[in-house]
């Protein structure tokens, strides 16, 4: 059983930057491939960005795209996500996952472990 816990939320500006963590545990981190989701007010829970278990491909939202950058640090059992030039669209609970299989996916059901999020807040 793999926990996941998030933090570096907050409260930013639009044009801000913030750089989520997710920390993990329980498990071999290594053998996860890690997304990041989030879930805006009265939306459904959508797909930001994901990194293989190694680190070597990286796949993005479009919405994103550009502006996030997700990192993986195995030696830590970490998973990064850094986002730049913040938008207020961006505001969500972000929510970062761990997916024992083999592809580096973008489908929510993939998805074996979820952590609690962390709220991002971009004020115009």
């Known amino acids: 059983q793999v926990q996941l816990v998030e933090s570096g939320g907050g409260l930013v500006q639009a044009g801000g930057s913030l750089r989520l963590s997710c920390a993990a545990s329980?498990?071999?981190?290594?053998?996860?491939?890690m997304g990041w989701f989030r879930q805006r007010p009265g939306k459904e829970r959508e797909f930001v960005s994901a990194i293989s278990k190694n680190g070597g491909r990286t796949i993005y939202a479009d919405s994103v795209k550009g502006r996030f950058s997700i990192s993986r640090d195995n030696a830590k059992n970490t998973v990064f996500l850094q986002m730049n030039s913040l938008k207020p669209e961006d505001t969500a609970v972000y929510y970062c996952a761990a997916d024992r299989g083999i592809a580096t996916s973008s489908i929510r059901a993939a998805y074996d472990y979820w952590g609690q999020g962390t709220q991002v807040t971009v004020s115009s």
């Open positions: 329980g498990g071999t981190f290594s053998n996860y491939a």
